[in-house]
């Protein structure tokens, strides 16, 4: 019993001091402001995957990340890429959002959660007509704090609500932020 009680104040006391310990040092190496690129393949789901083909993302980002909390916000402006089955024209997606991100207090890798709401522009090859909407993603992440910059990889599930429909895709990135 009295070793019971030992163990479990132990697993307490770990479990309340560990998180603020790896948060006080995370917060010693958070960059106020980042930019950073990704890229990585484009996974259509649901309707959009009967037509389309795994494609291709490619992303360019600004972080802006406080200090003292580990909440912060980022802006990401992203081009998705999809081929038609069978080939011949491909669809694509561009967007422009305002994500959260949280990240989980760790040291070394660090994972965080994200999502936000954009403008999304959805349009096909051959000059065909494209349409703005509005839409929504989330995903998460694992991020790398290396010497000078960060590298992480990402998946996030995004839908564009299209007129009578709604485009939906998982873009998975490798990026860097700097």
Same mark, same amino acid.
């Given at each position: ?14 479990l309340v001091a560990f998180p603020l310990e790896s ?95 954009? $403008? ?25 704090? $290396?010497?000078g910059f960060d590298t992480f990889l990402e998946a ?23």
């Amino acid at each position: 019993m009295n070793r019971s009680f030992f163990a479990a104040a132990f697993a307490g006391i770990a479990l309340v001091a560990f998180p603020l310990e790896s948060r006080a040092q995370v917060s010693t190496v958070v960059k106020p402001f980042q930019f950073g690129v990704a890229a990585g393949a484009a996974v259509p789901v649901s309707d959009l995957s009967n037509f389309f083909s795994t494609g291709f993302n490619g992303t360019v980002m600004l972080g802006l990340n406080p200090q003292l909390i580990p909440l912060g916000v980022r802006i990401d402006g992203a081009y998705n890429q999809f081929a038609l089955q069978g080939g011949g024209a491909s669809l694509h997606i561009s967007s422009l959002t305002g994500n959260l991100v949280y990240s989980i207090p760790s040291t070394g890798i660090s994972p965080y959660l994200i999502g936000g709401i954009g $403008l999304y522009n959805v349009g096909g090859s051959g000059g065909g007509a494209s349409e703005n909407d509005f839409g929504w993603n989330i995903g998460g992440g694992v991020k790398l704090p $290396l010497s000078g910059f960060d590298t992480f990889l990402e998946a996030r599930y995004n839908q564009a609500q299209s007129s009578g429909t709604s485009s939906k895709f998982i873009p998975i990135t490798f990026g860097i932020m700097f």
